[in-house]
C-alpha cells in the first residue's frame, strides 16, 4: 500500500497516527486549512494515494480556493475530481465529526456535492449531529467474516455521538454497525462501490470527543482502522 491522506482540523488524528504505527500504512496528514491550497487540482496528484479520509473538513475549503473568493479567477473543482478518482479505482473514506456529511448548523455542506454522489450515504440537508452524552454501544449487524469486522472481537465501546445519515438504497451497499435502536438506529458504518472506487462511511469521530479514550485504549480501535483502510484501498 503506498499511503493515505488525511484531513481534519483537530489533534484527534493523533489516535491514528499511533494507531497505524508500524503498519505497512503511510498516513500523510494535511490540516483542513492547509488543505485549501494543498489538496492537488489534477488526478495525476490524487493518483498518488489509496486512499483518501476526509475528517472535519467543509466541502467550501476545497471549494473555494483564494483565487476564487478573493481575485475572481478560475480552478479545477477538486470535489469532482475526488470523485472521478474514486470512481478511477481510489478509495474515499469520510469520518464523521463536526464539520463532516453535514455539520454544525449545516456548515460543512457536503449535501447534494459530487462527493456525495459517490459515498454510500447521503447528507442530510441541515445540521445532522447526533450528540449522545450518555454514550451508546454500536450495534453490529454486518458478517463477522467481512474484512472490515474481520479480528475485532467482544463489545464495541461506547461512542459519544455521530452524524445523522441516510443509507442509499444501492445493491453494492453494506451497513456494518449502527447506533442501537433507542438511539435511533442510524447507521454507523456503511461500505459501497463508486465505479472502480470502494467507498466507507463512519458517521462518528475518528478521536476525542465522541470517540472517547476508552475507544481509542481499545485493542479493536487500530484493528478497525487497518481494516478500513487496507479494504478501502483494494488491498483486502
Known sequence: MRSIRQRDFSSGR?????????????????????????????????????????????????????????????????????????????????????????????????????????????????????????GFRPAITGPKAHPILAGIEGEWPVLLGANEVIVKDRADVEVLATLPAEHGGYPLLVTGQYGKGRTVAWTSDIGPHWLPATFVEWPGYARLWKNVLSWASNAA
Open 14 to 134: 493523533r489516535a491514528l497516527v499511533q494507531a497505524l504505527k508500524g503498519s505497512d500504512i503511510e498516513l500523510d496528514y494535511l490540516p483542513a486549512h492547509e488543505a485549501v491550497d494543498k489538496l492537488p487540482f489534477t488526478m495525476e496528484g490524487l493518483s498518488i494515494y489509496d486512499v483518501i479520509i476526509l475528517s472535519d473538513i467543509g466541502a467550501n475549503s476545497l471549494l473555494l480556493h483564494p483565487d476564487v473568493w478573493l481575485h475572481g479567477k478560475t480552478v479545477p473543482n477538486r470535489l469532482k475530481l475526488l470523485r472521478d478518482w474514486t470512481n478511477a479505482g481510489g478509495g474515499l473514506v469520510m469520518i464523521g465529526g463536526y464539520f463532516s456529511f453535514q455539520g454544525i448548523d449545516g456548515k460543512a455542506r457536503w449535501h447534494r456535492t459530487v462527493v456525495e454522489d459517490a459515498l454510500p450515504v447521503t447528507c442530510l440537508p441541515y445540521d445532522d449531529r447526533l450528540e449522545i452524552p450518555e
